[in-house]
């Protein structure tokens, strides 16, 4: 059973440029959410997606966006990119309403823009 | 909104206990999570609360007290690889689900 996998694992951008991050979530998962992770800072919500839309958004410009397709994966896009948006951009996934440990993070997207 | 407290750097010796922790006010309170995060590495889970008390787990135990709002980790007969940041991370009752409220973690050197 996989759990959740994000790509690519690296990736170098120019400022200006767009980028998309990819994840899928653990099977059976519904719900999606993206974090930002700047160095040496904790993970900052971005946004949660179930039934293909967004549900929750954090405190991020509309710059970031993001789709929901209908088998429950998702893409993180960031548009106009910055020198501040480098960070790991981690996906999480969990059944909607769940409660208890049921979080399962992907291994991270690394980005890094110049 | 969250805000949630911890202190930025601790230092250990290898074979002792050391206790992290974790401070929050919240709107809404759905459980409190400790996750471990190697440096280059996506943070992994460690252990969850949601009622009061403790939750132990091998070497690593967890408390909580949703009354004044503080919960700890604790590490004990603490290893070299145990070097790490140990995020505090709280679920809010409006979200649920996978949106957690992260401190900015607290950056423990074991030492021999």
């Known amino acids: 059973d996989a759990g959740v996998t994000q790509s690519p694992t690296h990736l170098i951008k120019t400022r200006g440029q767009q980028v998309t991050l990819r994840c899928s979530p653990k099977?059976?998962?519904?719900?999606v959410s993206w974090y930002q992770q700047a160095l040496g800072q904790g993970p900052q919500f971005i946004f949660q997606?179930?039934?293909?839309?967004?549900?929750q958004r954090g405190n991020f410009p509309d710059r970031f966006s993001g789709h929901q397709f209908p088998n429950y994966s998702s893409e993180l896009n960031v548009n106009a990119l910055l020198l501040g948006d480098s960070a790991l951009y981690l996906c999480?996934?969990?059944?909607?309403?769940?409660?208890?440990?049921?979080?399962?993070f992907g291994e991270g997207s690394w980005l890094t823009v110049v | 909104g969250q805000n949630i407290d911890q202190p930025t750097e601790m230092t250990a010796t290898e074979g002792a206990i050391v206790q992290i922790n974790c401070t929050y006010q919240?709107?809404?309170?759905?459980?409190l999570f400790w996750y471990q995060q190697h440096a280059g590495e996506a943070p992994t889970f460690l252990s969850y609360?949601?009622?009061?008390g403790l939750e132990e787990k091998g070497r690593f135990s967890s408390f909580l007290s949703r009354s004044k709002g503080y919960s700890y980790l604790l590490l004990k007969e603490l290893q070299m690889k145990d070097s790490a940041s140990y995020l505090c991370?709280?679920?809010?009752?409006?979200?649920?689900?996978?949106?957690?409220?992260f401190g900015t973690g607290t950056q423990l050197k074991v030492e021999l």
């Open positions: 997606y179930y039934e293909e839309e967004e549900r």
């Open positions: 919240t709107s809404g309170f759905n459980g």
């Open positions: 999480a996934s969990s059944l909607r309403g769940a409660s208890g440990n049921t979080i399962y």
């Open positions: 991370a709280v679920r809010d009752r409006a979200g649920g689900g996978n949106k957690l409220t």
């Open positions: 099977s059976g998962h519904d719900t």
């Open positions: 609360n949601v009622l009061d």
